[in-house]
C-alpha cells in the first residue's frame, strides 16, 4: 500500500505528507516501509497558529481609591465556589464616576481565576460613532482565539462564540453599554465564564438573564481628598489644606472631576492650588476649568444628553432653570406642562442615564450635571418655553400657598391673587391643617427660591403675593430670616406695582417679622408707616393691625402705658368692624401687657377672657396661647399647680400643630416654672428641649435659655422664698421673647409677638412670653 500523501487544499506538494506545527497530521496516514526522502512540516492556516492568551484590559491605576467596599461587594458576588458558574455583573452609575477602573482593576485580581483570557469591548454606549454593532464585538472576540474569517450573520457569530467559550475558563469585560440588547449576544452563555457589563443605564433587562447589579456612587469627600493627594502629592496638598479641601468640594465627589482638577494641578507644580480652587469657584466656569487636553466633565455630560429622545432632553432643559437643587414630582411635572404619567416616563429616562437621581422628598441632579443642565438651559431661558415654564412653576407655588394659607389661617383675609393664565390646573388641595402645615415645612426652601426667581424673571406682583400666602409658614414655622427676606422682597415689590393692599401687609406682616427677628427699631418704622397708609386709606382694620404691632414694639421698650394705649385702639376698631376673633387677640396682647405691669390678677381675668372668645371663634393654635399667657401669670401668683396644667394643655396643641416656636417657649416657660419651684433637673432638662427647637429655627431667643441653662448649672440667683420654694434674686431675662405673630384677620397682619419682663423684684421672672398675635 503507498503511504497516503499531500492532499488537495492541504498546501502540501504532491506525494509528500502533510503536517502542521505542533505535530499535529492532517489526514490518515499508514507507514508501509521505508519512507524515501525528506519529510516536509508547513505551517497550518494562521487560525491554527498558538496565539497569545487574550488579557485585553484596559489599564487602571495601580490603586483605586474609595472603592474598597464597592470591591468587596463585587468579591462577595462570585460566591466561595473556586470557580464561579456563569456569572454576570452590571456596575451602573452617572458618567465619570469610575466604573470602568472599577471593573478592570477587580477583574485583573482574579486573573488567576480565568486562565484562558480575560476580553475587553467597548460597546461606545454615549461614545461618538456609537452604539457599536455587538457583531463587531463579536468579531474581535473570536479573532482573538484564533477565528477567521467570522460569520458575518450575528445569529451565527454568537452561537460560535458560545461553543468556543463553552470549555474555557474567560472573564469578560463589556464596557460603555447602552441596552440589554446590545449585550445579550455577547453573553458567553458559559459555566466557566464571568462576565462585567458596564453602563451609565440602568439596564433593567439584563435581570430577565440572571444578571446581578452593582450601582456605583459619587466618592465621599475623605476619599476625594485622598485621591487628591495621590495625583498631586501629599506635602503638596497638606501644605494647602484649605484650598485642596474647596477643590474637592467643588469636584462633588466626582472622580474623573478628581483626576481633571488633579491633572490640572499637577502641571503647574509652582501654581499655588488656591489657583484652581478659586477657578472652580465660579460656577459659571467650573465645567470649563474641568479641562484637560479635550477630556473634560462636559464632554461626558454632553454623551449622557445626546442619546435622550427629544422630549426627555426638553425636560432636561426646563429642569436647568429651576433654581433649587431638589424638586418634587409634581414640578416636574408643572415645569415640563406634561400629564403626571408622561413626567414619570420622562423622569425615568434621565434617571435611566443617571442625569438625575432620586432622593428622598424628590428628584435632584449632580452638582456637577446641574451646572450642565443650567447651561442647556440657556438655549430655553429667555425662550417663550423657558419664561412660560418659568411662570407655570411659579403660579403653581402661588395657588398651593394661598390654598394652606385658606386652611391654616381661615380667618385671614386672601388678598387677590394674579396668576398668569388662570389658576394653575393641578394645584395641590389640603385634607386638613396638618397636611397643609407639613407641605409649608417641606417646601420652605423652594419657597424661599421662587420668591427670588419671580424676582429675577419680572413678575414683582407675584412677589408679593407669594410672600403674603406664605404667612403660615411664618406664623406657625417661625423661620426668622426668611420672615424678614421674604417682606424686605415683598414691600419692594408692592411699592414698584404701587398696589396699596400689597404695601399695607407687606409693611404689617414683615413688621412682625422684624420684631421677632430682634430689629425692633426697624419694626417700629414699618408699624408707623402702615398706620398712616391706612389712615389715609381709612382703613380701619388696617389701622388696628398697625397700632397692634406699635403696641408690641413699645411692650419691649418697657413703654408699657403707650402699649396698653395702642391695644385699646386696636380692640376698639376691631369690633366696630365686627372683627371679634381680632379683638380678642388684641385682649390677649392686653393681658401680657398688664402681666409685665405687675398687675398679675387682672392680667389673668383678661387673658381667661380672651381664651374664652377664641375658643369659642375655634382658633385653637391662638386659644393655646392664651394658655401660654396664662400659665405665666399663675406661675407670678404662685399658682404652679394651675401653670403647669395651662402649659402641658398648651404643649399638646403646640406639638399638633407644628406650632415650633411657641413649643420652644411654651418649653421655656415650663422650665422656669420647675426652676421657681425648686426642681432643677426637670428645669434643666425643659430648658434644654427649648433651646433645641430655637437653635433648629434661628431664634435669637436660643441665647437667653442659654444663659438660663448656664445660671441653672452654676447654681446662680436662687434664694429661699418664703415657703420654701427659690426665687430668682437678679433681674428679669431680657432680650426678646419668643411669642407670636398675628393671624390676619381683615385687612392686614395683626402683630407678632416679642417682650421683655419687668415684674416686681419679689415676684418670680416667669419671661415674657411675648405679644399675642393680634
Known amino acids: 500500500m503507498e503511504p497516503r500523501t499531500g492532499t488537495a487544499g492541504s498546501g502540501a506538494p504532491p506525494g509528500q505528507v502533510n503536517a502542521v506545527a505542533g505535530g499535529r497530521v492532517d489526514g490518515s496516514v499508514v507507514q508501509a516501509g521505508a519512507i524515501h526522502g525528506g519529510v516536509h512540516l508547513y505551517p497550518a492556516a494562521a487560525a491554527a497558529v498558538a496565539l497569545p492568551v487574550p488579557r485585553q484590559l484596559p489599564p487602571v491605576p495601580r490603586r483605586l481609591v474609595g472603592r474598597e467596599a464597592d470591591l468587596a461587594a463585587l468579591d462577595r458576588s462570585l460566591g466561595d465556589a473556586p470557580q464561579p458558574a456563569d456569572v454576570t455583573l ?44 455587538p457583531a463587531e464585538a463579536l468579531g474581535a472576540f473570536l479573532r482573538a482565539f484564533g477565528i477567521a474569517p467570522v460569520p458575518g450573520d450575528l445569529a451565527e457569530g454568537a452561537a460560535l462564540w458560545r461553543s468556543l467559550a463553552a470549555e474555557r475558563r474567560i472573564a469578560v469585560l463589556l464596557d460603555n453599554a447602552s441596552t440589554s440588547a446590545q449585550v445579550r449576544p455577547l453573553l458567553p452563555g458559559s459555566e466557566h465564564a464571568l462576565v462585567v457589563v458596564t453602563s451609565r443605564r440602568r439596564l433593567t433587562g439584563l435581570g430577565i438573564d440572571g444578571a446581578v447589579f452593582r450601582p456605583l456612587g459619587l466618592l465621599p469627600d475623605e476619599a476625594s481628598a485622598r485621591l487628591l493627594s495621590q495625583r498631586v502629592g501629599e506635602e503638596r496638598v497638606a501644605r494647602e489644606r484649605a484650598a485642596a479641601a474647596e477643590v474637592v468640594e467643588r469636584c462633588a465627589g466626582l472622580p474623573l472631576a478628581v483626576c481633571l482638577a488633579a491633572a490640572r494641578i499637577a502641571a503647574r507644580p509652582v501654581q499655588a492650588l488656591a489657583v484652581t480652587a478659586e477657578a472652580l469657584g465660579h460656577e459659571a466656569d467650573r465645567l470649563a476649568a474641568l479641562d484637560v487636553e479635550g477630556e473634560t466633565v462636559r464632554n461626558v455630560l454632553d454623551a449622557s444628553f445626546e442619546v435622550l429622545e ?32 408622561e413626567a414619570a416616563r420622562l423622569l425615568d429616562g434621565l434617571i435611566d442615564v443617571h442625569l438625575l437621581e432620586e432622593v428622598s422628598g424628590g428628584f435632584r441632579f449632580h452638582d456637577l450635571v446641574k451646572l450642565h443642565a443650567r447651561a442647556c438651559a440657556e438655549t430655553v431661558r429667555l425662550a417663550p418655553e423657558g ?64 420668591l427670588h426667581w419671580a424676582a429675577e424673571t419680572g413678575r414683582p406682583t407675584l412677589v408679593w403675593q407669594l410672600a403674603d400666602a406664605m404667612w403660615p409658614l411664618f406664623l406657625r414655622l417661625r423661620p426668622a430670616q426668611l420672615w424678614v427676606e421674604a417682606h424686605r422682597l415683598g414691600l419692594v415689590a408692592a411699592r414698584t406695582t404701587g398696589d396699596r393692599d400689597g404695601e399695607l401687609r407687606m409693611l404689617t406682616s414683615g413688621g412682625n417679622g422684624l420684631r421677632n427677628a430682634g430689629e425692633d427699631a426697624e419694626a417700629a418704622d414699618w408699624f408707623a408707616e402702615a398706620l398712616e397708609l391706612a389712615r389715609t386709606a381709612a382703613d380701619r382694620l388696617g389701622q388696628a393691625d398697625a397700632l397692634y404691632g406699635l403696641s408690641q414694639t413699645h411692650r419691649t421698650a418697657g413703654r408699657l402705658g403707650e402699649a396698653a394705649d395702642c391695644l385699646h385702639e ?34 389673668v381675668e383678661v387673658i381667661t377672657a380672651a381664651h374664652h372668645e377664641l375658643t369659642e371663634v375655634r382658633a385653637p393654635y391662638e386659644a393655646a396661647r392664651a394658655l401660654a399667657f396664662l400659665g405665666q401669670a399663675h406661675t407670678v401668683l404662685g399658682a404652679y399647680g394651675r401653670a403647669e ?79 420654701g420654694s427659690p426665687v430668682a434674686s437678679g433681674p428679669p431675662p431680657s432680650g426678646p421673647a419668643a411669642g407670636g405673630a398675628p393671624d390676619r384677620g381683615g385687612a392686614a397682619h395683626r402683630s407678632g409677638a416679642t417682650g421683655r419682663d419687668a415684674p416686681p423684684p419679689e415676684r418670680p421672672a416667669a419671661g415674657a412670653a411675648g405679644a399675642a398675635e393680634g
Do not use: N
Not at 470602568?100 to 476580553?119: I, K, S, V
Open 645 to 723: 396644667r395651662c402649659y402641658a394643655q398648651a404643649l399638646a396643641q403646640f406639638r399638633s400643630g407644628r406650632a415650633r416656636r411657641w413649643e420652644a417657649r411654651v418649653l421655656e416657660l415650663g422650665g422656669e416654672l420647675a426652676r421657681v419651684d425648686g426642681r432643677a433637673g426637670e428645669a434643666a432638662e425643659r430648658f434644654g428641649a427649648s433651646l433645641a427647637l430655637y437653635r433648629e429655627l434661628g431664634a435669637p431667643d436660643a441665647a437667653r435659655v442659654a444663659d438660663r441653662i448656664g445660671a441653672l448649672e452654676r447654681g446662680a440667683g436662687l434664694t429661699p422664698r418664703p415657703g
Open 310 to 341: 427629544e422630549d426627555a432632553a426638553r425636560l432636561y432643559r426646563l429642569l436647568g432653570l429651576l433654581p433649587f437643587p431638589v424638586f418634587t414630582p409634581d414640578v416636574v411635572r408643572v415645569v415640563g406642562g406634561v400629564p403626571a404619567g
Open 570 to 603: 386696636a380692640v376698639r376698631l376691631r369690633e366696630a368692624e365686627g372683627y371679634p376673633r381680632g379683638a380678642a387677640l388684641a385682649r390677649l396682647a392686653l393681658g401680657d401687657v398688664l402681666l409685665a405691669s405687675g398687675r398679675a390678677a387682672r392680667a
Open 90 to 133: 452590571v456596575v451602573t452609575g452617572p458618567a465619570g464616576v469610575g466604573k470602568t477602573a472599577l471593573a478592570a482593576q477587580w477583574l485583573r485580581g482574579l486573573a488567576g481565576r480565568f486562565p484562558d483570557g480575560q476580553l475587553y469591548a467597548d460597546l461606545r454606549g454615549h461614545a461618538p460613532g456609537g452604539p457599536a454593532d
Open 387 to 450: 419664561l412660560a415654564a418659568a411662570g407655570r412653576v411659579l403660579d403653581w407655588y402661588l395657588a398651593c400657598a394661598t390654598a394652606a394659607e385658606a386652611l391654616v389661617t381661615p380667618t385671614h383675609r386672601t388678598l387677590r391673587r394674579d396668576y398668569g393664565s388662570g389658576r394653575p390646573v393641578g394645584a395641590r388641595e389640603f385634607g386638613d391643617e396638618a397636611e397643609a402645615l407639613g407641605w409649608l415645612d417641606g417646601e420652605t426652601t423652594r419657597l424661599a427660591a421662587a
